[in-house]
């Protein structure tokens, strides 16, 4: 009997299924590497629902303004944690192109790191201590948006954010609104008037949390 009996051999057609699927994920992985996918599509079962727009849009001119407020330390950083569509948005801002403020993404989906290879670190919120010792305490405004609406993962994320964060670290959460009590209890965050909106409509009461006095929120 031969070494190789015992190993099972794939059919002709199972092989050439296998070798075309390969070939459309590394022509992925190419497109994102070279910015020819502008979204990257929502993975449901990583809890994945994306801002539209607007949303995008007014989460980062307050994270800019929150950032640039109260301290004259330049560039001034920004972390995005599960919060990946405002990556984009903030490369757009003149704040962002002229150096004054600097971004990182903590993301647990490693296609992002593949279109944002210099700002992304993988992230899991299931191990929340898991960070690069040179980011610890080093953010001045945070914004997270955690993929479950439960205790756990929320407490979790407020370890990492507390780890991340300066002392006096500005902290946007977008959550369910029924974690209320938990983003008051972790972070003595207050719910804002901002409603944050989803690209595909989430059937959720969604609310953003802060825990000082936002600046472009009416
Ligand atoms: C509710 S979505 C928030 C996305 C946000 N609305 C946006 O548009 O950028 C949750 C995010 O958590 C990420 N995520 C999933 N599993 C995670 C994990 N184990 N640890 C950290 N983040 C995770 C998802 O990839 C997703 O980006």
Not at 12 to 29: G, P
Not at 77 to 96: A, D, M, N, Q, W
Not at 204 to 217: G, W
Request: hydrophobic residues 40%; proline residues 4%; glycine residues 4%.
């Amino acid at each position: 009997m031969s070494d190789t009996d015992d190993i099972p051999q794939l059919s002709a057609d199972t092989l050439a299924a296998l070798s075309m699927f390969q070939a459309e994920q590394q022509e992925k992985i190419e497109q994102l590497q070279s910015g020819i996918i502008e979204k990257i599509d929502e993975d449901w079962q990583l809890s994945q629902f994306w801002y539209d727009d607007e949303t995008s849009r007014k989460l980062v001119a307050e994270g800019v303004a929150a950032a640039l407020e109260g301290s004259e330390a330049r560039p001034a950083r920004i972390g995005c944690v599960s919060s990946p569509t405002l990556v984009k948005f903030f490369h757009e801002t003149e704040e962002y192109k002229t150096g004054q403020i600097q971004l990182t993404l903590f993301e647990f989906d490693d296609r992002f790191g593949l279109k944002f290879p210099t700002e992304f670190v993988h992230y899991d919120y299931k191990h929340p201590t898991d960070l690069p010792a040179e980011l610890l305490a080093k953010f001045d405004v945070i914004i997270a948006d955690p993929p479950f609406l439960a205790a756990e993962c929320l407490i979790k994320t407020a370890h990492s954010i507390r780890l991340l964060g300066k002392s006096d670290v500005k902290v946007l959460l977008c959550t369910g609104a029924i974690m209320e009590d938990y983003a008051s209890r972790l972070m003595a965050m207050h719910r804002t008037s901002f409603e944050p909106r989803h690209a595909n409509n989430l059937a959720n009461d969604f609310s953003c949390f802060a825990n000082y006095q936002t600046l472009t929120f009416c």
